[in-house]
T-cell receptor
Framework: GEDVEQSLFLSVREGDSSVINCTYT??????LYWYKQEPGAGLQLLTY?????DMKQDQRLTVLLNKKDKHLSLRIADTQTGDSAIYFC???????????FGAGTILRVKS | KAGVTQTPRYLIKTRGQQVTLSCSPI?????VSWYQQTPGQGLQFLFE???????NKGNFPGRFSGRQFSNSRSEMNVSTLELGDSALYLC????????????FGPGTRLTVL
């Protein structure tokens, strides 16, 4: 089945690292994505990882994938107040160009 | 390179009316997908069009329909509006390849009264 789960809320202090977790159920997912949504805006693609990779790093962002446990995480180093937003994990379902999203994690960064 | 544009940005309709939303994808992108975002159901896939053909469809009633034109611009239509159709409708464009990097527009906020 298709289901993606995320924790709902994370609060961190400015300068700390943030780790947002996600689990998915579809073992046939080939790509997994992280999107960011700021208030009143659409979704911004942050990064994605192919299912045969364990890790991907892109500047302050590190994605870790544990395919055995179907667990995905996004680490944001040196978190800034501008990182406050909702973060969505999504999996790409093989039957076409369809993304299944988690409910989103609200990240609040305290200065 | 211009991003994905959606028009209108805001719409207010009454129950029973119909509405048409428009999406212009990034130049060169042939795939357009539509998603509905609500506080209760989150982000849900509506359908995807690629080269003017519907390639995939989500679990929405037939009141939700769409089409794509030869220039890849897409429209979605909702007929006989219900209060529960109030949502942010997001359009995403991509090349349609396997990496499936989808780039989203700002959305159309539809309110049904």
């Amino acid at each position: 089945g298709e289901d993606v789960e995320q924790s709902l809320f994370l609060s961190v202090r400015e300068g700390d690292s943030s780790v947002i977790n996600c689990t998915y159920t579809d073992s046939s997912s080939t790509y997994l994505y992280w999107y960011k949504q700021e208030p009143g805006a659409g979704l911004q693609l942050l990064t994605y990882i192919f299912s045969n990779m364990d890790m991907k790093q892109d500047q302050r962002l590190t994605v870790l994938l544990n395919k055995k446990d179907k667990h995905l995480s996004l680490r944001i180093a040196d978190t800034q107040t501008g990182d406050s937003a909702i973060y969505f994990c999504a999996e790409s379902i093989t039957d076409g160009n369809k993304l299944v999203f988690g409910a989103g994690t609200i990240l609040r960064v305290k200065s | 390179k211009a991003g994905v544009t959606q028009t209108p940005r805001y719409l207010i309709k009454t129950r029973g009316q119909q509405v048409t939303l428009s999406c212009s994808p990034i130049s060169g992108h042939r795939s357009v997908s539509w998603y509905q975002q609500t506080p209760g159901q989150g982000l849900q896939f509506l359908f995807e069009y690629f080269s003017e053909t519907q390639r995939n469809k989500g679990n929405f009633p037939g009141r939700f329909s769409g089409r794509q034109f030869s220039n890849s611009r897409s429209e979605m239509n909702v007929s006989t509006l219900e209060l529960g159709d109030s949502a942010l409708y997001l359009c995403a464009s991509s090349l349609g390849t396997r990496t499936n990097e989808q780039f989203f527009g700002p959305g159309t906020r539809l309110t049904v009264l």
